[in-house]
């Protein structure tokens, strides 16, 4: 499958922004896909995951400020960010399985940028 991400942009700390994953094909019965990031320096770590029953997984310093959540009719994945921290200025990449495994496939990122 292939993914394309959208609604990254610069944005001030305290603000909020929606991310949208698109899918190539539909993901109704994609069990599992998520959110990860990786900043400037840093290894990529997991944001949050979402099973194709809606059963949401947090980071857990994330909770109660991200909420992901899934269209399957619409093939699209949201990550809603709110009060958003300049911690959490990073590239936002979409993952879903691929031969089994997870992540295994990649978007290609989309930038978040929070500034102070």
């Known amino acids: 499958v292939q993914l394309v991400e959208s609604g990254g942009g610069l944005v001030q700390a305290g603000g909020s922004l929606r991310l949208s994953c698109t899918a190539s094909?539909?993901?109704?019965?994609?069990?599992?896909m998520g959110w990860f990031r990786q900043a400037p320096g840093k290894a990529r770590e997991l944001v949050a995951e979402?099973?194709?029953?809606?059963?949401?997984y947090y980071r857990e310093s994330l909770k109660g400020r991200f909420t992901i959540s899934r269209d399957n009719a619409k093939n699209t994945l949201y990550l809603q960010m709110n009060s958003l921290k300049p911690e959490d200025t990073a590239i936002y990449y979409c993952?879903?399985?691929?031969?089994?495994?997870?992540?295994?496939?990649w978007g290609q990122g989309t930038q978040v940028t929070v500034s102070s």
């Open positions: 094909e539909s993901i109704f019965n994609i069990n599992r």
């Open positions: 979402i099973s194709s029953g809606g059963s949401t």
């Open positions: 993952a879903a399985p691929s031969g089994g495994y997870f992540p295994g496939s």
